[in-house]
């Protein structure tokens, strides 16, 4: 079995297995579910330490429906390497160190048959903005559940509203958008900006996320797009600042936790 060894472990959280589960399981309990299932969730990647429980607010909301979801379909942005379309990696599974994360072959399958779609190693060896949502799917969902990653460059929203499209025909099958908001501004400035990016999220607004609004823009701007052709609703969880957990005012990254329901 070929899989991704964790790139970010010791790094953006702990790699101790232990130490990692306890923490996202406090994360976890620390956010407030709202007792409804998402059909996507829109969550952050930076360290824990930072964005911890801004993520744990997004995934609060998996864990009262874990009997209900079959199947993950994660996108972020590629951080290191350029790209054009979106890339799913050949592996089998994506190590953590909770143990392996199986890719659903089904997906990739079906995701490698549409345009602008490669099947592509490369982008995802050392990028973070999938594997540090796999410990939180890993408690909240099981440790079999099959995800597919999807690192998404340079694309048109419709482009990825129709990989989501084709993708999420079942309800069992969540989207996850992994994206942080605005990147080294100051608090006052970050707060204002972020709150914009916000409103515009819930307005299903593609065209207002801008890439300063959002590193993860593409794939964001895809998911709003299939948002507002399937009619689905918007709500706003938690917004906060590297700020909030202690790092310097002066220089913050925005975080906003999202979750769309039909």
């Given at each position: 079995?070929?899989?991704r060894?964790?790139?970010?472990?010791?790094?953006?959280?702990?790699a101790?297995?232990?130490?990692?589960?306890?923490?996202?399981?406090?994360?976890?309990?620390?956010?407030?579910?709202?007792?409804?299932?998402?059909?996507?969730?829109?969550?952050?990647?930076a360290?824990?330490?930072?964005?911890?429980?801004?993520?744990?607010?997004?995934?609060?909301?998996?864990?009262?429906?874990?009997a209900?979801?079959?199947?993950?379909?994660?996108?972020?942005?590629?951080h290191?390497?350029?790209?054009?379309?979106?890339?799913?990696?050949?592996?089998?599974?994506?190590?953590?160190?909770?143990?392996?994360v199986?890719?659903?072959?089904?997906?990739?399958?079906?995701?490698?048959?549409?345009?602008?779609?490669?099947?592509?190693?490369?982008?995802?060896?050392?990028?973070?903005?999938?594997?540090?949502?796999?410990?939180?799917?890993?408690?909240?969902?099981?440790?079999?559940?099959?995800?597919?990653?999807?690192?998404?460059?340079?694309?048109?929203?419709a482009?990825?509203?129709?990989?989501?499209?084709?993708?999420?025909?079942?309800?069992?099958?969540?989207?996850?958008?992994?994206?942080?908001?605005?990147?080294?501004?100051?608090?006052?400035?970050?707060?204002?900006?972020?709150?914009?990016?916000?409103?515009?999220?819930?307005?299903?607004?593609?065209?207002?996320?801008?890439?300063?609004?959002?590193?993860?823009?593409?794939?964001?701007?895809?998911?709003?797009?299939?948002?507002?052709?399937?009619?689905?609703?918007?709500?706003?969880?938690?917004?906060?600042?590297?700020?909030?957990?202690?790092?310097?005012?002066?220089?913050?990254?925005?975080?906003?936790?999202?979750m769309?329901?039909?």
């Amino acid at each position: 079995m070929a899989v991704r060894p964790a790139a970010v472990a010791d790094r953006f959280y702990p790699a101790d297995p232990a130490v990692l589960a306890s923490r996202v399981d406090g994360l976890l309990a620390d956010a407030r579910p709202t007792g409804r299932r998402p059909a996507a969730l829109i969550a952050p990647h930076a360290g824990y330490r930072y964005s911890g429980a801004v993520a744990g607010s997004a995934y609060a909301q998996l864990a009262a429906c874990r009997a209900d979801v079959t199947r993950v379909v994660v996108l972020g942005p590629a951080h290191y390497v350029p790209l054009t379309g979106s890339a799913v990696p050949s592996v089998d599974a994506f190590a953590t160190p909770l143990g392996p994360v199986p890719i659903d072959p089904w997906a990739r399958q079906t995701a490698a048959e549409l345009p602008g779609v490669t099947v592509d190693d490369r982008p995802h060896a050392a990028e973070h903005a999938i594997e540090t949502q796999l410990p939180f799917l890993i408690r909240t969902l099981g440790p079999d559940i099959p995800m597919l990653p999807v690192l998404v460059g340079a694309t048109e929203p419709a482009t990825v509203a129709r990989l989501l499209a084709a993708l999420l025909t079942e309800p069992e099958t969540v989207a996850v958008v992994s994206t942080d908001l605005s990147h080294y501004l100051d608090q006052p400035t970050a707060r204002e900006r972020d709150t914009r990016t916000a409103t515009a999220i819930l307005a299903r607004d593609t065209p207002a996320i801008t890439s300063d609004a959002a590193c993860g823009c593409q794939a964001l701007r895809g998911l709003l797009r299939h948002a507002a052709e399937c009619d689905m609703h918007v709500e706003l969880l938690r917004l906060a600042t590297s700020a909030d957990a202690g790092a310097d005012p002066a220089r913050v990254v925005g975080y906003g936790a999202f979750m769309l329901t039909p």
